[in-house]
């Protein structure tokens, strides 16, 4: 499958935007999806996954209660709605998947997922 991520952009501290992550040759639906983000300097770092459509949901503490995953089945695609953005959240944003079975605590872990887009920049300005 190969992933396409979009969505990023400048933004001031408080306000939204919404990643995408569309999935070309194969369906989405089956597998599980997660976005990670790495800032400049730093490794990358889980933000929230998503086990199949309509699965449990995980969120890294700094971004609960801000940002939500989803999945919308006939596009195929894989959003984050970030809110409440703060100038900590500059970051590049990645999308992946696996068509894997893995364990709730495998699926915060970069090496769980085999399939990466090609990430998308978020600026957020204070």
């Known amino acids: 499958v190969q992933l396409q991520a979009s969505g990023g952009g400048l933004v001031q501290a408080g306000g939204s935007l919404r990643l995408s992550c569309a999935a070309s040759?194969?369906?989405?639906?089956?597998?599980?999806v997660a976005w990670f983000r790495q800032a400049p300097e730093k490794e990358r770092e889980f933000v929230a996954r998503?086990?199949?459509?309509?699965?449990?949901?995980g969120y890294a503490d700094s971004v609960k209660g801000r940002f939500t995953i989803s999945m919308d089945n006939a596009k195929n695609t894989v959003y984050l709605q970030m809110n409440s953005l703060k100038p900590e959240d500059t970051a590049v944003y990645y999308c992946?998947?696996?068509?894997?079975?893995?364990?709730?605590?495998?699926?915060?872990?970069?090496?769980?997922?085999?399939?990466w887009g090609q990430g998308t920049q978020v600026t957020v300005s204070s």
């Open positions: 998503m086990r199949r459509s309509g699965g449990s949901t």
């Open positions: 040759g194969r369906t989405f639906s089956s597998y599980t």
């Open positions: 992946a998947a696996t068509k894997n079975p893995i364990i709730t605590g495998l699926m915060q872990s970069a090496r769980s997922y085999e399939y």
